[in-house]
């Protein structure tokens, strides 16, 4: 969690410690339910420096200085602190929600926790902030794989034990900007997901059996860069021949597309093999799981 602050234009802006003694920081540990030095120790803070306001030059200024910092963030779970840094940092408009910065990470805003902020003297507004506060520091857990891997199974059985929210698969997918609204669906904090939707499957399942993308694959892994540090990826993969034997179709599901599975299953795995490796490389953080000999308290939920 990188949480931006406004700060003075004229200095550079550097990551510093959140201190556990200051109002923001002894508000935020609280809504975390968390000591102030705990979450001091687990939470990155950076300043964005922005310039006076002013009518033209203010936007400008802090457009020029969140340019500066989004290299640092890009791929990172950001929570902005104020309205003035959600409009730098592109973070959706409505507080505590969760979305892909078009600067590429996954970010939420919230009213500057600071004691000047009457905002926070409403009930409501605080019972809101805590919800959002409790969860930041809990993983968002994608679990992908070819069909007959497991992944419904161990989904079920993750969110069963673990409380988290789980998001069903949506199916095949659809046009592009679906896709981005599904997968903005599946980046919450606390949740856990049968696949990224039309994201990490697509990258496998577009080329193999469609020989195309519902998007530019690099317009693709732009996106997954986004959310590489912000989701822990769960790849079930089984053998080859136990996924073979455990294809099976599920209710409503397109028999042309069984087939087309089934035609080509080989080649999906080895393309999800081979997506996944990428996923590695790109820097997120990614779990293989093989349900024929490991059990599955043996992955560990953690937010890394």
């Not at 949740?191 to 519902?214: C, K, N």
Request: charged fraction near 25%.
């Amino acid at each position: 969690v990188v949480g931006v602050d406004l700060g003075n234009h004229r200095r550079v802006a550097p990551f510093v410690p959140l201190s556990p003694t200051s109002s923001s920081g002894r508000r935020l540990a609280q809504l975390c339910w968390m000591d102030p030095c705990d979450f001091a120790d687990q939470t990155d803070r950076i300043n964005l420096y922005l310039s006076s306001r002013g009518h033209g030059k203010g936007v400008r200024s802090d457009r020029a200085a969140s340019d500066q910092i989004s290299i640092v963030l890009r791929g990172r779970r950001v929570v902005a602190l104020g309205r003035r840094v959600k409009d730098a940092l592109g973070a959706p408009d409505e507080p505590f929600k969760w979305g892909l910065s078009p600067r590429g990470f996954v970010s939420a805003w919230s009213p500057h926790p600071s004691g000047l902020c009457r905002w926070w003297n409403d009930p409501e507004n605080m019972r809101r902030a805590s919800v959002f506060f409790s969860e930041i520091h809990r993983p968002c857990v994608h679990v992908e794989g070819p069909d007959g891997s497991g992944k419904t199974t161990l989904c079920a059985h993750l969110s069963g034990v673990s409380r988290y929210s789980l998001v069903s698969s949506d199916g095949n997918p659809g046009p592009w900007s679906s896709c981005l609204d599904a997968v903005t669906d599946r980046i919450r904090p606390g949740s856990i997901a049968d696949r990224s939707s039309g994201l990490i499957s697509e990258l496998v399942y577009g080329p193999v059996l469609r020989g195309s993308f519902t998007a530019p694959e690099e317009d693709m892994w732009q996106v997954v860069r986004a959310i590489a540090h912000a989701v822990l990826f769960v790849y079930c993969r089984p053998p080859a021949d136990v996924i073979r034997r455990s294809h099976r179709p599920r209710p409503g599901e397109d028999r042309r597309h069984l087939r087309a599975v089934d035609s080509h299953i080989d080649d999906l795995i080895l393309r999800y093999d081979a997506v996944m490796a990428r996923l590695v490389r790109e820097g997120a953080r990614v779990v293989r799981y093989d349900w024929t000999s490991q059990a599955p308290g043996e992955i560990e939920l953690c937010a890394g």
